[in-house]
Structure formats: C-alpha cells, structure tokens
C-alpha cells in the first residue's frame, strides 16, 4: 500500500465546475505539498500546510492532521487549470530533511 | 531570481554512454534534491544534498548513479553505462536550510536512452 494516497485518479469536469482532489497518508508527517504538473512540463509548487487553510487565487488547500487527510479545491474552474495534480509529503522522521513522497496524482481535464 | 535551473532539458543517449543532468538550486538555498518520474509513475526520492555533502541517498539506485553538489557549481547527478529503463524526468528541487521553505522545483531533464 502506497503512503500516500490520491483519488480520484482522473476527473473530467465542465468549465465553472467546483473541483476536489483528495489526498490520505498513512504515516505522520511534518508537511504537505500540492504540487501541479502539466503534461511535458515543469512542476509548480502551489501549497505547502503543516495544519488548516490556505487560499490562493482559485485555489484552497485543506490538511487534518488527525485524519490524515488533505484536500485541493479549485473554484470556478478553467482549461487553463488542466494538469496533474501530485500529493507530497514530508515524512515525519529523525535527522534533517530529507525528500517527498508522493502520490500517483490526478490527472484533471476542465473542458470548455 | 532565475529560479531552479536545469539543463539540458532534453537529453538522447546510446545505451553504455554517460548522462550527466545538471542543476543550479535557486539563489540563496544549499539543498538539493533529486526525483525522478518514470513514464506513468509517479515522482520517487533519489537524494538529498547539501554544499559537498549528500545526506540521503536511499532512492538512489546502488549502482550507475552518483549524485554530487560540489562547494562552486551546479549539482550533477550522473547516470553511468544507460540503459533504456534509465529512460524518465529527472527533476531537481531546492530548499533554504532543509526546512522545504520555499521548496522550488526545476524544470526538469528528460533522458531518452536509445
């Protein structure tokens, strides 16, 4: 079983549509990252959350800790927003920091 | 600010030769980390470096693969004797003293092994 887990792993959706991406770790962590990647390119680092909220743009990231679980919410959806959306976390471990885990990610498709 | 930078961004190699991917972290940070994506699979963890030291290199493959980030440069990860499953992105990212603040990913290498 995979530490991190992303679902669903593909989602179409309607211009303007509400969208949630869901994310669940099963071990503890020190962060979160919502990553997003478009096909051949680059990856762009929206969020990093340790606990609550936070807003960008369109854009909400949501964590419980206790639940181990982690939201993306875009608002308002548009093409534009088409990509790969990766889950990653930082695993709670001893010494210095060290890299991400990943989830398999979700690939989301907004048509006009 | 360039941000990370990689290079090349497309790299094509015969199986035996030698890959060698570069990054330049961003201005400020001293760690580096290397991933790679292999062809629909997700992002897995090679190493973790700072200035002339590598602190973690348990994704690292034992054999063909050293990473290294020397105190002048780019850090280089190098890919001896390729072979075709060598094939995959290889992103590098950045962060100030390893906290992952402002934790900055590159735009990536592709390596195509022919």
Same mark, same amino acid.
């Given at each position: 079983k995979?530490e =991190?887990?992303? *679902?669903p792993?593909n989602?179409?959706?309607q !211009?303007?549509e509400?969208i949630t991406i869901?994310? *669940?770790y099963s071990v503890g962590?020190?962060?979160?990252?919502?990553?997003?990647?478009?096909?051949?390119?680059g990856? =762009? *680092?929206?969020?990093?959350?340790s606990s609550?909220?936070?807003?960008?743009g369109?854009?909400?990231?949501t964590?419980?800790i206790? !639940?181990?679980?982690s939201?993306l919410?875009?608002?308002?959806?548009h093409?534009?927003?088409?990509a790969?959306?990766?889950?990653?976390?930082?695993l709670?471990r001893?010494?210095?920091?060290d890299?991400?885990?990943f989830?398999k990610?979700?690939?989301?498709i907004?048509?006009? | 600010?360039?941000?990370? +930078?990689q290079?090349?961004?497309h790299l094509?190699?015969?199986r035996?030769?030698e890959a060698?991917l570069?990054?330049?972290? +961003?201005k400020?940070? /001293?760690?580096?980390?290397?991933?790679?994506?292999l062809?629909e699979?997700?992002?897995?963890? +090679?190493v973790y470096?700072?200035?002339?030291n590598?602190?973690d290199?348990?994704?690292?493959?034992?054999?063909?693969? /050293?990473a290294?980030?020397?105190?002048?440069?780019?850090?280089?990860?190098?890919?001896?004797?390729? &072979?075709?499953?060598d094939?995959?992105a290889?992103?590098?990212?950045?962060?100030?003293?390893g906290?992952l603040?402002g934790?900055?990913?590159?735009s990536?290498t592709?390596?195509?092994? &022919?």
């Amino acid at each position: 079983k995979n530490e =991190v887990e992303q *679902s669903p792993q593909n989602l179409t959706a309607q !211009e303007g549509e509400f969208i949630t991406i869901n994310c *669940s770790y099963s071990v503890g962590i020190s962060a979160l990252h919502w990553l997003q990647q478009h096909p051949g390119g680059g990856i =762009v *680092s929206l969020f990093m959350l340790s606990s609550g909220k936070k807003k960008h743009g369109r854009l909400i990231a949501t964590i419980n800790i206790q !639940e181990k679980h982690s939201s993306l919410h875009i608002t308002a959806s548009h093409p534009r927003d088409s990509a790969v959306y990766i889950c990653a976390v930082r695993l709670r471990r001893g010494g210095g920091a060290d890299g991400l885990t990943f989830g398999k990610g979700t690939h989301l498709i907004i048509q006009p | 600010n360039a941000g990370v +930078m990689q290079n090349p961004r497309h790299l094509v190699r015969r199986r035996g030769q030698e890959a060698r991917l570069r990054c330049s972290p +961003m201005k400020g940070h /001293s760690h580096v980390y290397w991933y790679r994506q292999l062809p629909e699979e997700g992002l897995k963890f +090679m190493v973790y470096l700072q200035k002339e030291n590598i602190i973690d290199e348990s994704g690292m493959p034992k054999e063909r693969f /050293s990473a290294e980030f020397p105190k002048e440069g780019p850090s280089i990860l190098r890919i001896q004797q390729v &072979v075709r499953g060598d094939s995959a992105a290889y992103f590098c990212a950045s962060s100030q003293q390893g906290t992952l603040n402002g934790y900055t990913f590159g735009s990536g290498t592709r390596l195509t092994v &022919v």
